[in-house]
């Protein structure tokens, strides 16, 4: 009787397979979104604070942008900076929890490079457009937006599509008040985009990406 129960527990060896496979994608995906929350949260305040440094240029400051469009590349560009070490400190500490030293600095590069191209992405092809000139500068926030969250969404299809449903509630926050929101399209999305990432690391948080 004992022998017959133990067969029955017993798991065949697709299942141990898939049972070891699944084990590995699981632990693959925690030490790829290591510190995901935390990050979200950081790169999101930058973002708000991106959108109203461009609403700034747009009203207070739009005599600056006009004789000088290029000036949204430094001043983007010290957030997108701040951004990427701010990142991969966060990164290389949460990660360090879960894997190896070795192996949890292999899963840092490739993350850093993914996100660094995201970020070159939404500077060269704006630059690539010809964007960057008084006609086309305020249109550099609105395609460079787009690479980002597209960025969030692929991002969350390779590793947990909640990443990915924060990544379409980025793009929302942003293009939604862009439609509806007139002259103050900018503020608005900036709370907007804070309130969503905010909702955004606290899921994730609660279902254990963090």
Do not use: C
Not at 10 to 39: F, V
Not at 135 to 140: K, S
């Amino acid at each position: 009787m004992s022998g017959s129960g133990n067969e029955g527990a017993a798991l065949t060896p697709q299942e141990s397979w898939g049972a070891i496979h699944t084990t590995i994608d699981k632990t693959r995906s925690s030490m790829y979104l290591a510190g995901t929350s935390p990050i979200l949260l950081l790169w999101g305040a930058l973002t708000a604070v991106l959108y109203l440094i461009e609403y700034w240029f747009q009203t207070g400051g739009s005599a600056l942008a006009l004789e000088t469009p290029w000036i949204r590349a430094p001043a983007f560009g010290v957030l997108v900076v701040g951004g990427m070490v701010g990142s991969g400190f966060i990164g290389r500490r949460y990660g360090s929890r879960n894997v190896t030293p070795e192996a949890g600095r292999a899963v840092g590069i490739r993350v850093f490079f993914f996100w660094v191209s995201v970020a070159m992405a939404s500077w060269v092809i704006p630059a690539a457009a010809g964007m960057w000139s008084p006609e086309g500068g305020p249109q550099i926030p609105h395609v460079a937006i787009g690479i980002v969250t597209l960025g969030y969404i692929l991002y969350g299809i390779m590793t947990h599509a909640a990443l990915a449903a924060v990544g379409v509630g980025i793009a929302a926050a942003y293009y939604l008040p862009d439609f509806l929101a007139g002259d103050a399209a900018l503020p608005v999305s900036a709370v907007a985009t804070f309130a969503v990432v905010g909702l955004g690391a606290l899921w994730l948080h609660r279902i254990g990406i963090r």
